[in-house]
C-alpha cells in the first residue's frame, strides 16, 4: 500500500539478501551481534559491520546508529537497541527503536528501508503488537516533513510471521488510513499522538 508517496510492503524472505538502503539490526545495546538477525547479518556480511557498531556504542535501549553494510546487498544497516543484555523488551523500547531507525534513515538520505519484526526473536515479544506498535511509528514518520523514505519494507523470515505482520501492518494502517479519511471519529484503537502534539 501507499501512504503520501511512500511504498510499504509486508514480505516472507532473508532481510540479509535484500537490495534496499538500508536494513535494520533489533540490536542489544551492547551492539553485539550474537543470534537471530544480528547473527546473521554478520555472517553474511562479515565483521566489520560488528566492528564499527562496536566502536559506536554502547547505546541506550531506544537508540539506533549507522554502519556500513560489508558485504551485504545494503548500503547500510541501522543497528536499533531493543533490548540490554538481559534480552528483555517492551512496547516502549521496541516503539523509540522503530522511531529512532526511521529518523537515522532520514539522517542518511536514504529511500528505502527494511525492518525485521522488532523485538520478537530474542526478545521475545508478541508479533501482532511489535506490528502494530511499528504500523503506528511509520504512519507517524510518514505525516512529517522532509523525510526521504519512498519504500518501507516489513521483512519476516516465516509464514506466521509473515501472515501477522500482513494483518497487523497493512491491515492496520488500511483501517486507520480509512478512518482518518472517513471524517474526524477514530476509535481508541487508532489513537496516535502525531510530533506537533496533535492527537488523532
Given at each position: 500500500m501507499k501512504i503520501k508517496n511512500t511504498e510499504i510492503k509486508v514480505m516472507m524472505g532473508d532481510i540479509t539478501e535484500l537490495?534496499?538502503?538500508?536494513?535494520?539490526?533489533?540490536?542489544n545495546n551492547q551492539l553485539?551481534?550474537?543470534?537471530?538477525?544480528?547473527?546473521?547479518?554478520?555472517?553474511k556480511g562479515g565483521r566489520i559491520i560488528e566492528e564499527e557498531a562496536l566502536s559506536k556504542g554502547p547505546l541506550e535501549i531506544g537508540q539506533a546508529i549507522s554502519t556500513g553494510a560489508g558485504e551485504l546487498a545494503a548500503k547500510y544497516v541501522i543497528h536499533a537497541a531493543t533490548m540490554g543484555m538481559d534480552f528483555k523488551t517492551d512496547e516502549v523500547k521496541i516503539r523509540?527503536?522503530?522511531?529512532?531507525?526511521?529518523?537515522?534513515?532520514?539522517?542518511?538520505?536514504?529511500?528505502?528501508?527494511?525492518?525485521?519484526?522488532?523485538?520478537?526473536?530474542?526478545?521475545?515479544f508478541a508479533l501482532l503488537a511489535?506490528?502494530?506498535?511499528?504500523?503506528?511509528?511509520?504512519?507517524k514518520h510518514l505525516r512529517q516533513k522532509n523525510r526521504c523514505l519512498k519504500e518501507i519494507i516489513f521483512c519476516l523470515n516465516n509464514q506466521e510471521a509473515f501472515a501477522v505482520f500482513k494483518q497487523g501492518v497493512l491491515g492496520y494502517l488500511e483501517y486507520v488510513?480509512?478512518?482518518?479519511?472517513?471524517?474526524?471519529?477514530?476509535?481508541?484503537?487508532?489513537?496516535?499522538?502525531?510530533p506537533d502534539g496533535i492527537v488523532i
Open positions: 537490495r534496499v538502503d538500508a536494513i535494520v539490526n533489533a540490536a553485539l551481534m550474537g543470534g537471530g538477525v544480528a547473527g546473521a547479518i554478520k555472517k523509540d527503536a522503530c522511531k529512532n531507525a526511521l529518523y537515522a534513515a532520514d539522517q542518511l538520505k536514504i529511500f528505502s528501508i527494511a525492518f525485521p519484526a522488532l523485538g520478537c526473536g530474542t526478545g521475545g511489535s506490528a502494530k506498535i511499528m504500523a503506528q511509528e511509520v504512519l488510513t480509512g478512518k482518518l479519511s472517513g471524517g474526524p471519529y477514530v476509535t481508541v484503537d487508532a489513537i496516535i499522538e502525531l
